[in-house]
């Protein structure tokens, strides 16, 4: 496999970065939805919010309140209030409360997520009924799909008019990717500048050498700091202000990587038929999940649990045991 997966990569360099970006576009073909892809899923976040926030006048985005904190970060920095809505243990809001909520006028974006499986908001924006209330209300939604690339089949065509969709390239979805894109129902203006000089020789020395630690079975040392999982969003290419375009190699591992995804969904559900877990409304494509039974926690690296934005020392649920299940294994 791992040869297939090198010559896979070989065959793709020979490739214009024009066409892989139109064969990457090809996969994000869904009814009623433009693609465009970007440098990372943050910036992609970022910038969406940013557009909603210059066509909304209510001030106040509501988002989960158990997620990265790179989300309330992000909508923080484009200009909303952001506020956090209260999720149950498996991750997911009360409808009737979010409406309660919103109907006070101020609410001017809801962001759903997909977190360890849970659902996003996408069966609540399968429903019609929600949807004309949404409508309504003037408010507009980002459903996040950052830790489960594949639930984009899954966005209703109905209600494109008031969802815009972030997906992310990276080791959630499959090896030795870094990137993102945008689904909306307009065409988004094309990425920004090109990738250059000092950037693009330490994104690529980042990416291969990520690649080669799966490719090869090697694993260095990662350093880990603090007790719970915190971004300062800071340095490249971690800041929102990263706008670049998506480097070739970028687009190379994401088109290869949809290309698997597949054979990797398949893998994912496979553990799930063995172990007890936590059963989130998408577990059988979620990169991570909530280990319910010790014998799942063996042999797979654990995921610390999200910090609170502002309080990188605490997390809203500090006691979950969170293990990978990408459908790969971080060591080869």
């Not at 793709?12 to 066409?19: G, N, S, V, Y």
């Not at 139109?22 to 994000?28: P, V």
């Not at 506020?83 to 919103?102: G, H, I, K, N, Q």
């Not at 494109?160 to 065409?187: E, H, Q, T, W, Y």
């Given at each position: 496999?791992?040869?297939?997966?090198?010559?896979?990569?070989?065959?793709?360099?020979?490739w214009?970065?024009?066409?892989?970006?139109?064969?990457?576009?090809?996969?994000?073909?869904v009814?009623?939805?433009?693609?465009?892809?970007?440098?990372?899923?943050?910036?992609?976040?970022?910038?969406?919010?940013?557009?909603?926030?210059?066509?909304?006048?209510?001030?106040?985005?509501?988002?989960?309140?158990?997620?990265?904190?790179?989300?309330?970060?992000?909508?923080?920095?484009?200009?909303?209030?952001?506020?956090?809505?209260?999720?149950?243990?498996?991750?997911?809001?009360?409808?009737?409360?979010?409406c309660?909520?919103?109907?006070?006028g101020?609410?001017?974006?809801l962001?759903?997520?997909?977190?360890?499986?849970?659902?996003?908001?996408?069966?609540?924006?399968?429903?019609?009924?929600?949807?004309?209330?949404?409508?309504?209300?003037?408010?507009?939604?980002?459903?996040?799909?950052?830790?489960?690339?594949?639930?984009?089949?899954?966005?209703?065509?109905?209600?494109?008019?008031?969802?815009?969709?972030?997906?992310?390239?990276?080791?959630?979805?499959?090896?030795?990717?870094?990137?993102?894109?945008?689904?909306?129902?307009?065409?988004?203006?094309?990425?920004?500048?090109?990738?250059?000089?000092?950037?693009?020789?330490?994104?690529?020395?980042?990416?291969?050498?990520?690649?080669?630690?799966?490719?090869?079975?090697?694993?260095?040392?990662?350093?880990?700091?603090?007790?719970?999982?915190?971004?300062?969003?800071?340095?490249?290419?971690?800041?929102?202000?990263?706008?670049?375009?998506?480097?070739?190699?970028?687009?190379?591992?994401?088109?290869?990587?949809?290309?698997?995804?597949?054979?990797?969904?398949?893998?994912?559900?496979?553990?799930l038929?063995?172990?007890?877990?936590l059963?989130?409304?998408?577990?059988?494509?979620?990169?991570?999940?909530?280990?319910?039974?010790?014998?799942?926690?063996?042999?797979?690296?654990?995921?610390?649990?999200?910090a609170?934005?502002?309080?990188?020392?605490?997390?809203?649920?500090?006691?979950?045991?969170?293990?990978?299940?990408?459908?790969?294994?971080?060591?080869?």
């Amino acid at each position: 496999m791992n040869f297939a997966r090198i010559l896979g990569y070989a065959v793709l360099h020979l490739w214009p970065t024009a066409l892989l970006g139109q064969r990457l576009a090809r996969y994000f073909s869904v009814p009623g939805y433009y693609f465009s892809v970007r440098f990372s899923g943050r910036s992609a976040l970022f910038e969406l919010a940013c557009a909603r926030r210059t066509e909304c006048d209510a001030p106040v985005a509501l988002y989960p309140d158990y997620i990265c904190n790179i989300v309330p970060r992000a909508l923080t920095e484009a200009g909303w209030i952001a506020e956090a809505y209260a999720t149950d243990e498996r991750l997911e809001p009360d409808w009737e409360a979010l409406c309660s909520r919103m109907k006070r006028g101020d609410v001017g974006l809801l962001v759903g997520a997909s977190v360890f499986g849970s659902s996003a908001l996408l069966d609540d924006l399968a429903d019609p009924e929600k949807c004309a209330v949404l409508r309504d209300l003037r408010v507009q939604v980002i459903v996040d799909l950052a830790q489960d690339v594949g639930l984009v089949r899954r966005l209703p065509e109905k209600a494109r008019d008031i969802i815009r969709c972030v997906v992310s390239f990276n080791d959630k979805s499959f090896p030795g990717a870094m990137g993102g894109g945008i689904l909306s129902d307009v065409p988004m203006p094309p990425a920004g500048k090109a990738l250059a000089g000092e950037k693009q020789r330490f994104l690529y020395k980042r990416m291969i050498r990520s690649s080669l630690s799966q490719l090869l079975r090697w694993n260095p040392k990662r350093e880990r700091e603090g007790a719970f999982e915190y971004s300062s969003c800071n340095a490249f290419p971690f800041r929102f202000s990263d706008d670049y375009r998506p480097a070739k190699l970028q687009l190379i591992c994401a088109v290869h990587g949809m290309a698997s995804l597949g054979r990797y969904q398949a893998a994912k559900r496979s553990l799930l038929d063995r172990h007890a877990h936590l059963e989130t409304r998408f577990a059988s494509s979620a990169a991570y999940l909530i280990a319910r039974d010790v014998e799942m926690r063996k042999g797979r690296l654990q995921k610390r649990s999200y910090a609170i934005e502002q309080h990188p020392d605490a997390s809203l649920r500090p006691d979950y045991l969170i293990v990978h299940n990408k459908g790969f294994s971080d060591h080869g």
